[in-house]
């Protein structure tokens, strides 16, 4: 029993290093409550060539496959939203690293009880 265990730990942690997280850290106030969580998708690109879309949970984090950093040497990542078109985030061109972090800012205007996209 303890070998089966072990086996599928060992697994389950080969399988976590194959992937890169991207965490957005929303920087919400209290007068942004349109903002409270939501599914966001950013775009990967290499060489200015969209590779793969990815969505991100209701936390901000998505993953994507070291293999493909690997494979384009450097991937940027875009973030597509409600009113937000496209948004250059990061360059990753590090496989090595486990998590990104990117803080957003959003903050946007209102006008009649909207968002005022930026």
């Given at each position: 029993?303890?070998?089966?265990?072990?086996?599928?730990?060992?697994?389950?942690?080969?399988?976590?290093?194959?992937?890169?997280?991207?965490?957005?850290?929303?920087?919400?106030?209290?007068?942004?409550?349109?903002?409270?969580?939501?599914?966001?998708v950013l775009?990967?690109?290499?060489?200015?060539?969209?590779?793969?879309?990815?969505?991100?949970?209701?936390?901000?984090?998505?993953?994507?496959?070291?293999?493909?950093?690997?494979k384009h040497?450097?991937?940027?990542?875009?973030?597509?939203?409600?009113?937000?078109?496209?948004?250059?985030?990061?360059?990753?061109?590090?496989?090595?690293?486990?998590?990104?972090?990117?803080?957003?800012?959003?903050?946007?205007?209102?006008?009649?009880?909207?968002?005022?996209?930026?």
């Amino acid at each position: 029993m303890k070998l089966i265990f072990s086996f599928i730990l060992t697994v389950l942690i080969f399988c976590k290093n194959d992937i890169t997280e991207i965490k957005l850290n929303y920087n919400r106030t209290t007068d942004n409550q349109v903002w409270s969580n939501g599914i966001d998708v950013l775009t990967i690109k290499a060489s200015g060539k969209e590779i793969q879309k990815v969505l991100t949970d209701e936390t901000g984090t998505a993953a994507i496959n070291k293999a493909m950093i690997n494979k384009h040497g450097a991937v940027d990542v875009f973030l597509t939203s409600i009113g937000v078109e496209e948004l250059y985030l990061t360059t990753i061109d590090n496989a090595a690293i486990d998590l990104y972090e990117v803080n957003i800012p959003r903050h946007y205007r209102f006008k009649f009880d909207r968002a005022v996209c930026p």
